[in-house]
DNA sequence: ATTGATACCCACCGTCCGTTTGGTAGATAA
DNA sequence: TTATCTACCAAACGGACGGTGGGTATCAAT
């Protein structure tokens, strides 16, 4: 009966309970970039972090779980933003555009998490996606609704859809996750000012 | 030495080879585009078609293969039809303004190839991804060059990065394939309608 | 010094994966 | 009639997968 502890491997660095935790979220969340959920084992996740996958089930019930998570503090996070943006001061069109620019920052301080939110919304069950979606504020009616109190207003041309107009607006923008790339800090500024630019002038009502 | 044939399953219909190719081809991009490509078992495919795994084994081989070709048609098939919308009379704006309706109904005919091509090419290692994008024509080029000749003919206003401005029009314009639904044959009309309208407006040099 | 909770190890399970192999019925051609 | 080709079957391969469960070293609190 003598217990054989076998340890030939070192054991792993111990951690409390959160920071461990948001180590799991961080780790899942890149190796979910690089290779799609699908793609990723736990058994990678286990090793970047340097402990046993068995060890994962210490945090978690399934796989899944972890997505769940890292997509839905990815959608809070991002909404938050761009909530706050839309609360500035002026005309309606001055709200767009500041949403416009937020949501830009946004998206170029989180392009990984941006990205597996896009991309792997899908891997999770509809149920599981009602529960991230189906807050009582969401994307799209937050620009279909600036869209049209522009449009009462005069500030916002009056020939398009509200609700089309903002899932076009809004796809755009989230397009933007392919290619930005946060470490360029003076670009960002620029892809701001051409968005802004072009949907500005292509939505207004006017030639400004 | 007697062959017992051990028949307990209907045999597959035996099809020519091209037919049951592109039927191979058919089924794949469906599947990849509602499971993924790493979510998509060679078993489930062949289950489609009636046929054995295996099987699959006569036409490929591995995988990756069918990946390639779905991917490959997909990018041939829109970058053809980009390229003769490219070659209209008139004004760079107005070869500006074909592209874009091209671009939409080119997407909207096939949502399920878009959305794999856009989804999948990063399951692809890198060489054959190249091999794909490789080509003498591309994408961003062509609307990057269009934009250029608006500037110098004076039609497409001048304080934007031809380059960059390339890449947020067709990056907008490839975000539809989240959305697009062909069925709903009028509301193409409309989509093409709204992305000229804000589109055209905001990179036209005046208030046309 | 003892205890109880915490954070992790590690061997193992059943299942499914992509891939390989040997074989065969039916059509075609000589 | 015989030989060859075509499109497929059937079974098995090793390995990787998500997940389970008993065990244990480390820690804070007593």
Redesign the interface.
Known sequence: MSTIPNRNQPAATRKPREERWSEILTVATELFYQ??Y??TSLQEIAERLGIMKGSLYYYIRSKEDILFVVLNEAHKAGLERMTSAAQVEGTALDRLRAMIIAHIRSIADNVISTAVFL?EM??LPQESQDKILGGAVNYPKMFEQVLREGMEEGTIRQ???PK??A??VL??L???H??LHPERHGNLR??QD??T???????AS??N
Chains 1, 2 share one sequence.
Do not use: A, Q, Y
Not at 197 to 203: H, K
């Open positions: 290779k799609g699908e793609g991309n899908k891997s020939d398009l859809d089309l107009t899932t076009i796809g755009s989230n397009s933007t392919r290619w620029k892809v051409h968005f630019r072009i949907l500005i002038s292509g939505l006017d030639g």
